[in-house]
């Protein structure tokens, strides 16, 4: 009975909910990623020799190992819980504040339908010019407050499938993580509202340019400028809200800004030609409606935040992995990890020093 008990394996250590280390896995491949988490690169573009097709294949299976489409799945729903509070909210204060400028805040959602699908995107405005109708004083303060809960809500499960695919623990008081999501809500929010109006100012002052200049060739070349310009600064600021969410969400003890990261690139180039794709998918076969009834606005809705906080993980997922081979190459060079250590999730190092036999 003895022998019986000592042959069994031991039982997994319980571990604390947001501590997504796996040290307990295998120690080595942890001693990896907290060398990324207290010292990250300065340039992710950098490899240093680390193999371009090794971290592309570890991306792909740490993509499924972490569970980033549940994960997604999970922010979808978190933005789609935010949206129409914020949507009441941000009518209210339309009403209220600027009642003879409500047609400025409309025309600033009318850039959404870009990438919105054209369905889910009445259900925005429809929703938008319901809530404006009954603007009052009270829902400017409930508005405001369930949005930024809501949204922070969402920021939080961010925080959460980044600390997993950076193998952290999140060691952040709540007020602290919570306090942190909330603002870093504020800032993604001014973000995407100036990017808005970005893109209405540009037509305005392409139009007011093309109008006022008398030679057709300068004023197309004009008008032309102004919109590339105004394109150029979008991206910026796509770009600027993706860097924000990479440098605050994760709990790693030093952080580096990266105004442009290969995860940020392929994130931001993926949600656009993913939207877009969705869109037209949707033109040519949209059985939603058809399936799902006057639910199929919500529905696609749900689809394109779950799409949109795919590819934002997505891009996470690459820029650690790009640290995380990079780190495990210097350790080896320094001799601080032996030379058969990987995180590569199809070849633990706990796989091959289990199967030898006792000294």
Same mark, same amino acid.
């Given at each position: 009975m003895a022998q019986t008990t000592a042959s069994m394996p031991p039982a997994p250590l319980k571990r604390e909910r947001g501590d997504h280390r796996?040290?307990?896995q295998d120690p080595l491949a942890q001693r990896v990623w907290d060398h990324v988490s207290h010292s990250p690169l300065q340039s992710l573009w950098n490899f240093q020799g680390a193999p371009p097709w090794t971290i592309l294949k570890r991306t792909a299976k740490s993509f499924i190992d972490d569970d980033l489409l549940s994960r997604a799945a999970e922010l979808g729903f978190? #933005?789609?819980?935010?949206?129409?509070?914020?949507?009441?909210?941000? @009518?209210?204060?339309?009403g209220l504040a600027l009642r003879g400028s409500v047609g400025v =805040?409309?025309?600033?959602?009318? =850039?959404?339908?870009?990438?919105?699908?054209?369905?889910? =995107?009445?259900l925005v405005?429809?929703?938008?010019? &319901?809530?404006?109708?009954?603007?009052?004083?009270?829902?400017?303060?409930l508005g405001l407050v369930a949005s930024l809960w809501s949204a922070s809500v969402g920021f939080a499960a961010i925080q959460d499938t980044l600390n997993l695919v950076y193998k952290v623990k999140e060691?952040?008081?709540?007020?602290?993580?919570?306090? @942190?999501?909330?603002?870093?809500?504020?800032?993604l929010a001014i973000v995407v509202t100036i990017n808005l109006a970005d893109l209405l100012g540009g037509d305005i002052f392409a139009r007011y340019a093309y109008d006022h200049i008398s030679q057709v060739a300068f004023a197309g070349m004009a008008s032309m400028g102004i919109h590339i310009l105004t394109w150029i600064?979008?991206?910026?600021?796509?770009?600027? @809200? #993706? @860097?924000?969410?990479?440098? =605050?969400?994760?709990?790693?003890?030093?952080?580096?800004?990266?105004?442009?990261?290969?995860?940020?690139?392929?994130?931001?180039?993926t949600w656009l030609l993913a939207s877009i794709g969705f869109r037209v998918y949707l033109h040519f076969f949209n059985t939603y409606s058809v399936t799902y009834g006057s639910l199929g606005a919500v529905i696609i809705l749900?689809?394109? #935040?779950?799409?949109?906080?795919?590819?934002?993980?997505?891009?996470a997922e690459?820029?650690?992995?790009? &640290?995380?081979?990079?780190?495990?190459?210097?350790?080896?060079?320094?001799? &601080?990890?032996?030379? &058969?250590?990987?995180?590569?999730?199809?070849?633990?190092?706990q796989a091959e020093t289990s199967a030898r036999p006792a000294a």
């Open positions: 796996i040290g307990h978190y #933005f789609l819980f935010a949206l129409f509070p914020l949507l009441i909210c941000g @009518s209210a204060i339309a =805040y409309e025309k600033l959602l009318n =850039y959404l339908a870009m990438v919105v699908p054209a369905s889910a =995107y009445d405005i429809n929703t938008f010019n &319901q809530t404006t109708a009954a603007a009052t004083s009270g829902k400017i303060t060691t952040r008081p709540y007020w602290k993580a919570r306090g @942190s999501a909330i603002l870093v809500t504020i800032l600064i979008a991206c910026g600021l796509l770009m600027l @809200s #993706f @860097s924000i969410i990479y440098y =605050y969400a994760p709990a790693l003890k030093t952080k580096c800004w990266h105004w442009l990261t290969p995860g940020a690139a392929i994130g931001i180039i749900l689809m394109w #935040f779950y799409i949109s906080g795919l590819t934002l993980l997505a891009g690459i820029n650690s992995e790009i &640290q995380a081979a990079v780190a495990e190459k210097k350790l080896k060079e320094a001799g &601080q990890l032996p030379p &058969q250590a990987t995180t590569d999730p199809e070849h633990p190092v």
